[in-house]
Nanobody, 123 residues
Framework: QVQLVESGGGLVQAGGSLRLSCAASGRTFFNYSMGWFCQAPGKEREFVAAMSWTGGTTYYADSVKGRFTISRDNAKNTGYLQMDTLKPEDTAVYFC????????????????WGQGTQVTVSS
Protein backbone atom coordinates (compact mmCIF):
# COMPACT_ATOMS: atom_id res chain seq x y z
CA GLN A 1 0.00 0.00 0.00
CA VAL A 2 1.05 3.55 -0.72
CA GLN A 3 -0.28 6.57 1.11
CA LEU A 4 -0.02 9.98 -0.56
CA VAL A 5 -0.37 13.38 1.09
CA GLU A 6 -0.44 16.58 -0.94
CA SER A 7 0.49 19.99 0.40
CA GLY A 8 1.34 23.45 -0.83
CA GLY A 9 -1.99 24.60 -2.14
CA GLY A 10 -3.44 27.99 -1.33
CA LEU A 11 -4.74 31.28 -2.64
CA VAL A 12 -2.59 33.18 -5.12
CA GLN A 13 -3.12 36.04 -7.53
CA ALA A 14 -3.05 35.48 -11.26
CA GLY A 15 0.52 35.41 -12.50
CA GLY A 16 1.79 34.02 -9.24
CA SER A 17 3.37 30.68 -8.37
CA LEU A 18 2.80 27.73 -6.08
CA ARG A 19 4.75 24.56 -5.46
CA LEU A 20 2.75 21.48 -4.60
CA SER A 21 4.32 18.52 -2.83
CA CYS A 22 3.23 14.90 -2.70
CA ALA A 23 4.73 12.86 0.12
CA ALA A 24 4.51 9.09 -0.22
CA SER A 25 4.67 6.61 2.63
CA GLY A 26 3.92 2.97 3.17
CA ARG A 27 6.38 1.75 0.64
CA THR A 28 8.93 3.33 -1.58
CA PHE A 29 7.58 4.76 -4.78
CA PHE A 30 10.97 4.50 -6.44
CA ASN A 31 9.65 2.35 -9.28
CA TYR A 32 6.27 4.03 -9.59
CA SER A 33 5.35 6.65 -12.16
CA MET A 34 3.87 9.75 -10.58
CA GLY A 35 1.23 12.12 -11.80
CA TRP A 36 -0.83 15.18 -10.95
CA PHE A 37 -4.50 15.70 -11.76
CA CYS A 38 -6.93 18.50 -11.05
CA GLN A 39 -10.68 18.75 -10.54
CA ALA A 40 -12.54 22.02 -10.77
CA PRO A 41 -16.05 22.43 -9.33
CA GLY A 42 -18.62 20.72 -11.49
CA LYS A 43 -15.99 19.15 -13.73
CA GLU A 44 -14.37 15.77 -14.04
CA ARG A 45 -10.85 15.13 -12.83
CA GLU A 46 -8.31 15.99 -15.52
CA PHE A 47 -4.72 15.01 -16.22
CA VAL A 48 -2.14 17.72 -15.54
CA ALA A 49 1.32 16.15 -15.63
CA ALA A 50 3.15 12.86 -15.16
CA MET A 51 6.69 11.62 -14.77
CA SER A 52 8.22 8.18 -15.21
CA TRP A 53 9.81 6.50 -12.23
CA THR A 54 13.28 7.34 -13.52
CA GLY A 55 12.32 10.95 -14.05
CA GLY A 56 13.49 10.67 -17.61
CA THR A 57 10.12 11.12 -19.28
CA THR A 58 7.52 13.77 -18.56
CA TYR A 59 4.06 14.46 -19.91
CA TYR A 60 1.98 17.62 -19.64
CA ALA A 61 -1.51 18.67 -20.53
CA ASP A 62 -1.47 21.29 -23.28
CA SER A 63 -3.04 23.82 -20.93
CA VAL A 64 -0.05 23.78 -18.57
CA LYS A 65 2.89 23.27 -20.92
CA GLY A 66 5.52 25.91 -20.35
CA ARG A 67 3.96 26.95 -17.02
CA PHE A 68 4.03 23.85 -14.80
CA THR A 69 6.99 21.59 -14.06
CA ILE A 70 6.76 18.14 -12.52
CA SER A 71 9.69 16.70 -10.59
CA ARG A 72 10.45 14.08 -7.98
CA ASP A 73 13.01 13.23 -5.32
CA ASN A 74 13.00 9.46 -4.92
CA ALA A 75 15.34 9.64 -1.94
CA LYS A 76 12.68 11.66 -0.13
CA ASN A 77 9.72 9.72 -1.55
CA THR A 78 8.30 13.05 -2.62
CA GLY A 79 6.99 14.49 -5.84
CA TYR A 80 6.46 18.11 -6.77
CA LEU A 81 4.48 20.29 -9.13
CA GLN A 82 5.89 23.77 -9.68
CA MET A 83 3.09 25.97 -10.93
CA ASP A 84 4.10 29.30 -12.47
CA THR A 85 2.17 32.02 -14.28
CA LEU A 86 -1.01 30.78 -12.69
CA LYS A 87 -4.35 31.66 -14.23
CA PRO A 88 -7.84 31.81 -12.69
CA GLU A 89 -8.79 28.77 -14.78
CA ASP A 90 -6.14 26.75 -12.92
CA THR A 91 -8.36 26.94 -9.83
CA ALA A 92 -9.10 23.37 -8.75
CA VAL A 93 -8.30 20.67 -6.24
CA TYR A 94 -5.01 19.07 -7.23
CA PHE A 95 -4.38 15.39 -6.61
CA CYS A 96 -1.25 13.32 -6.93
CA UNK A 97 -1.28 9.68 -7.93
CA UNK A 98 1.28 6.93 -8.40
CA UNK A 99 1.21 3.68 -10.29
CA UNK A 100 3.77 1.16 -11.51
CA UNK A 101 2.06 1.20 -14.91
CA UNK A 102 2.61 4.57 -16.53
CA UNK A 103 -0.13 4.45 -19.18
CA UNK A 104 -2.67 3.50 -16.54
CA UNK A 105 -1.50 6.39 -14.40
CA UNK A 106 -1.84 8.93 -17.20
CA UNK A 107 -5.40 7.85 -17.94
CA UNK A 108 -6.39 8.27 -14.31
CA UNK A 109 -6.60 4.58 -13.53
CA UNK A 110 -4.20 4.49 -10.60
CA UNK A 111 -5.38 2.87 -7.38
CA UNK A 112 -3.22 5.20 -5.26
CA TRP A 113 -4.43 8.78 -4.82
CA GLY A 114 -3.92 11.54 -2.33
CA GLN A 115 -6.75 13.52 -0.76
CA GLY A 116 -6.01 16.64 -2.77
CA THR A 117 -4.97 20.21 -2.07
CA GLN A 118 -6.97 23.26 -3.07
CA VAL A 119 -5.44 25.81 -5.44
CA THR A 120 -7.33 29.06 -5.92
CA VAL A 121 -6.14 31.71 -8.35
CA SER A 122 -7.75 35.12 -8.10
CA SER A 123 -7.98 37.49 -11.03
Amino acid sequence: QVQLVESGGGLVQAGGSLRLSCAASGRTFFNYSMGWFCQAPGKEREFVAAMSWTGGTTYYADSVKGRFTISRDNAKNTGYLQMDTLKPEDTAVYFCAVDPHEPRLRTGGSQYWGQGTQVTVSS
